[in-house]
């Protein structure tokens, strides 16, 4: 009987959107036992799902209790750990795969803890340091301690592995049902790091009559809210009125206060509320264009999704071509501004590849050695600019630089060939890309002439 | 714990280095506001 600990020391809406993954992976693997390991806080929610065989709940407050001397913090964290997962893995043996759908310090330090056989996730390399090994986490690393695209979110990637449908679970009739005994309040919406954004357009529309709604809670992340509320302090006066910035939600009841909720910002991050049954997805289409989401940013979402998903499972993700819109102002300059990175990375790419073949091929020769090593730092320094220029090819660059990072190897031929690996990597990865975005363009051609309407766009926006 | 012994044997399987990590990263995040 295999045996598997998931790791989520998110919040509700993390700890909810797990659920039917680890549903998923129960129907697929009946036999498997699921231990589910969350905050404390988090234990009501998270024991919601029935497939979990475990629910474990860090105490995090209590560990960390006011007035503790470091040795009984301590103590309390090693009775936790010994009481529950130790316990568990004497009696049975080490977990077959721990998977650490979180991305703070605190659980990779957790996930290197529990005696496991395989461990997926951000987790610890011996001697400390960060580390990520297999590549689904190495790019979701990547997106989410840079910060930049969400372009794909581990626990979709890990609801495919799961083989569910995240919209066709059990957890949603609970949900449902328990959100009818509470009692009903206004409008909640749910935000991220609003620091730069302007809710009048989004609260006129919502006061619209189809939606009735005269005041707006504002929930954020806990994490987000610290940067979200100098923000809200900023705002006019008549503006607060309408607008309440709530403090962070901390358990699922409070989420489920409210009658209605609408969410405005990225719609991944709003699948609690969509399990609830609301409809959030029409609000948050239209609030996307209010939010200028361009026909550009939906063409880089869904390649590098399509490229990843690649890249990670080798399965392809049956989707049409996003179609551009050339109305849409400045799309000509950014798409060629794009074209452009992506040649000059490439270039770049064949460059240092070609420094790499010639260091294993002038392994004595050290002072060539050194020139060629400043050859790729030059290159390291173009590729960087290229990223800090083209906010696109921003997340395809944090995977390259992250796989540059940890490569490994004991000798410098190891490492010149594992090196000219992780370039090679970055331009295949382009050239995939000049390909996606080759048949978008095609498409929306065929699409414009299929319904006579006149191609206003570039008529040489092509790639080759 | 079922004995003292279970549980002497369990503690000498922790690696305490982590430990302390964990609990150091478990204080930078409430200081986080995580």
């Known amino acids: 009987m295999k045996r598997i600990a998931i790791i989520q020391l998110g919040r509700s809406c993390d700890v909810v959107d797990t659920f039917s993954s680890v549903a998923g992976l129960k129907k697929k693997y009946p036999d498997l036992v699921i231990d589910f390991i969350v905050r404390d806080f988090e234990l009501s929610t998270a024991q919601l799902c029935r497939e979990a065989d475990n629910v474990y709940g860090l105490p995090t407050a209590a560990i960390l209790g006011p007035n503790q001397a470091k040795e009984e913090r301590l103590a309390h964290l090693i009775s936790w750990l010994a009481d529950t997962i130790l316990m568990s893995t004497e009696a049975h043996g080490p977990y077959d795969s721990v998977i650490n759908l979180t991305f703070s310090e605190s659980s990779s330090f957790l996930t290197q803890l529990i005696p496991a056989l395989h461990r997926k996730g951000l987790h610890r390399a011996s001697d400390g340091a960060r580390q990520v090994k297999d590549p689904w986490s190495l790019y979701v690393t990547s997106q989410v301690l840079t910060k930049n695209l969400d372009v794909f979110s581990l626990k979709e990637l890990f609801n495919r592995i799961a083989d569910v449908d995240p919209q066709k679970n059990s957890i949603v009739s609970t949900l449902i049902e328990k959100r009818k005994k509470v009692v009903q309040k206004n409008l909640i919406g749910l935000a991220e790091d609003l620091r730069h954004f302007d809710p009048e357009p989004i609260l006129n529309l919502l006061q619209k009559k189809e939606y009735q709604v005269k005041k707006f809670r504002l929930f954020t992340s806990r994490r987000n809210h610290y940067l979200v509320a100098p923000w809200y302090e900023s705002l006019d006066a008549s503006l607060k009125k309408r607008l309440e910035l709530m403090a962070p939600p901390s358990n699922l009841d409070r989420l489920l206060e409210c009658s209605q909720i609408i969410a405005f910002s990225r719609s991944r991050e709003s699948s609690l509320f969509s399990l609830m049954g609301l409809d959030v997805q029409d609000l948050s289409l239209k609030a996307h264009v209010i939010g200028n989401q361009f026909s550009l940013d939906r063409f880089f979402a869904q390649a590098y999704q399509l490229l990843f998903e690649f890249r990670c499972s080798g399965n392809k993700l049956e989707t049409n071509p996003p179609l551009f819109d050339f109305r849409e102002p400045h799309l000509e300059e950014h798409l060629n501004l794009s074209l452009d990175a992506m040649k000059a990375l490439s270039e770049s790419c064949t460059f240092a590849r070609k420094s790499c073949i010639d260091i294993i091929k002038n392994i004595e020769d050290k002072k060539l050695l050194k020139e060629l090593n400043e050859r790729i730092n030059e290159v390291d320094y173009l590729i960087q600019s290229i990223r800090n220029s083209c906010f696109y090819l921003k997340p395809i660059i944090d995977f390259w630089e992250l796989a540059k990072e940890n490569v490994m190897g004991d000798n410098l031929l190891t490492l010149a060939s594992c090196t000219e690996g992780v370039y090679r990597e970055l331009q295949e990865n382009i050239s995939i890309l000049q390909d996606l975005l080759k048949i978008s363009l095609d498409a929306t051609e065929a699409s414009q002439s299929k319904k006579g309407h006149e191609l206003k766009g570039p008529e040489d926006a092509h790639l080759h | ?34």
């Open chain 2, 1 to 34: 714990m079922s004995t003292n012994q279970d549980l002497k044997k369990l503690l000498e399987s922790i690696d305490k280095n982590l430990l302390l990590q964990l609990l150091e990263s478990l204080l930078k995040d409430v200081e986080g506001g995580r």
